[in-house]
């Protein structure tokens, strides 16, 4: 598997890179700066510059799991590197820090509403949970308040890794009950918000709680008998 820089360092805009292939509709290479979609977060965008001074558009990211490789997907009608080529990613980090802020903000939000996660995904500075809560009401401004409430303590925010074996010894850590967290690579990533929140994840996310700025749900909606649906947008940037 090419090394994803993402999962070390979330904040890095840009790295020199080798294609391994390139085909079209795919291409490989040596350093996964960009994020794949996956886990409810799309797929990163960006560019490869070349040594000639052009560029190629990056469209989509995605993670070809027979190859276990991750995989650019250039835009429509970009040309294609070729193998062995010296490039330099670069990633549409505008669109990446806000889903990392959104993300973070959904991991917030399953601490104000300790349910079972039956759903979710990352938008650009907004996103959704659904969750298996029953017949429970929500309440939109209690919401916001608990959130709030917890973006000011201003928490750090990290990763670490446990055993597939710590993990199946504390199934607690699961939130989600339809996406379970990859297993068999002998090793699950954490992301842990101080004092608050620690589960199974391998999406990015910002380094401190004050990052994510304000929080505003926009709607609760009921999704069968079991289910509601929680949205939220960020209204500031940090």
């Not at 959130?147 to 055993?163: G, K, P, S």
Request: proline residues 5%; charged residues 25%; aromatic residues 6%.
């Amino acid at each position: 598997m090419n090394e994803p820089l993402f999962r070390s360092d979330a904040y890095a805009r840009e790295c020199a890179a080798t294609v391994l292939d390139a085909a079209p509709g795919r291409v490989t290479l040596d350093v996964a700066l960009f994020y794949p979609r996956g886990g409810g977060q799309p797929g990163d965008r960006g560019a490869l510059a070349r040594a000639d001074g052009g560029e190629i558009a990056i469209a989509d990211t995605i993670y070809d799991s027979d190859r276990q490789t991750i995989l650019l997907v250039p835009a429509d009608g970009a040309a294609l590197p070729v193998a062995g080529e010296r490039v330099v990613a670069r990633l549409d980090w505008a669109t990446r820090y806000d889903r990392m802020r959104a993300h973070t903000a959904l991991h917030l939000l399953s601490v104000v509403l300790p349910y079972p996660v039956t759903g979710g995904s990352v938008g650009e500075a907004e996103g959704r949970l659904d969750f298996d809560s029953g017949e429970t009401a929500f309440d939109r401004a209690q919401i916001e308040t608990r959130l709030a409430e917890y973006v000011a303590t201003d928490a750090a925010v990290t990763t670490r890794w446990i055993t597939d074996e710590e993990l199946a010894a504390n199934p607690g850590l699961v939130k989600t009950m339809k996406v379970k967290p990859p297993t068999g690579a002998g090793r699950v990533r954490l992301v842990e918000i101080a004092g608050l929140d620690l589960q199974p994840c391998g999406g990015t996310h910002v380094a401190r709680l004050s990052e994510i700025g304000g929080i505003e749900v926009t709607g609760i909606e009921k999704k069968g008998k079991q289910n509601r649906r929680v949205r939220i947008r960020l209204t500031e940037a940090p």
